[in-house]
């Protein structure tokens, strides 16, 4: 499964979400909970990081069983709000285009 997720930085908390961000996946991975798929990162006019990646089937439930992956989101917690793709001004737009993030 596929998923879209867009994190807004909390105030003065930018270069630690996107320290979190190039952690996110490569965690997952080293516990088998996402694809080999590569995963994406942008970012929108107002700081939102947006990030893809793969779950391989069923890792979602295993993912909020891990204690590993609870400190990690945690840490998001601290760093952004989650919020839907929606609140993006990109997202009206027909092609929405977004700042490429190296990962």
Same mark, same amino acid.
């Given at each position: 499964?596929?998923?879209?997720? $867009?994190? !807004?930085? %909390?105030? /003065?908390?930018?270069? +630690? ?23 994406? $990162?942008? !970012?929108? %006019?107002? /700081?939102?990081?947006? +990030? ?52």
């Amino acid at each position: 499964m596929t998923v879209i997720v $867009a994190y !807004r930085p %909390k105030p /003065g908390r930018e270069a +630690e979400l996107e320290a979190l961000v190039r952690e996110h996946v490569p965690c997952l991975r080293t516990l088998g909970l996402v694809t080999e798929r590569p995963a994406q $990162a942008m !970012r929108a %006019k107002d /700081g939102t990081i947006v +990030e893809i990646f793969e779950w391989q089937d069923g890792a979602i439930e295993a993912a909020h069983n891990s204690s590993r992956v609870a400190e990690l989101w945690e840490r998001f917690g601290n760093a952004c709000d989650y919020v839907p793709l929606r609140e993006l001004p990109e997202a009206e737009a027909m092609f929405a285009q977004f700042e490429s993030m190296a990962l």
